[in-house]
């Protein structure tokens, strides 16, 4: 996991991900890099924009929690739905990019 952060920080930072910029980053926390982990990462990510993969991302939203005995309007059940169709969607998109990090 270490090294997927590490790939994340180059991005952020607007650097380039290649094998010296993650074994630099993962050395800064003080621990060894593996070599083939990082060359693995490093040719993965090349095929994947790293923007759009975030994009796509699901983020996990704490769904407001009606008090109890009140009523939930007929709009929000369906509204509550959609999303959870949505997210499942997203979830199977993220499948074939979650078997890159193993």
Known sequence: MEYVYA???LHKLKQNITEDNVKNVVKATGVNPDDVRVKSLV???SEVNIEEALKAAPVAVAAAVPAAGATVPAGAAAAAKDEKKDE???EEALEGLSSLFG
């Open 88 to 90: 499942k969607k997203e």
């Open 43 to 45: 040719a993965a990510l």
């Open 7 to 9: 790939a994340l920080l």
